[in-house]
């Protein structure tokens, strides 16, 4: 399931419930996953991460 986090920042946990937070880590895994098997794709280009 998607959330929407669209102009939110990650200041503090207790901003966002368990549920985004994993989906959060869940998306950094499958993010990671792709960028060292060569399959990542540019739909954060332009984008910060930290």
Excluded: C, H, S, V
């Amino acid at each position: 399931m998607a959330y929407n986090l669209k102009n939110r920042n990650f200041l503090k946990l207790l901003d966002f419930t368990p549920k985004e937070i994993q989906y959060l880590l869940d998306l950094a895994a499958e993010l990671k996953k792709a960028k060292y098997a060569g399959t990542e794709q540019p739909r954060l280009k332009g984008k910060n991460i930290a």
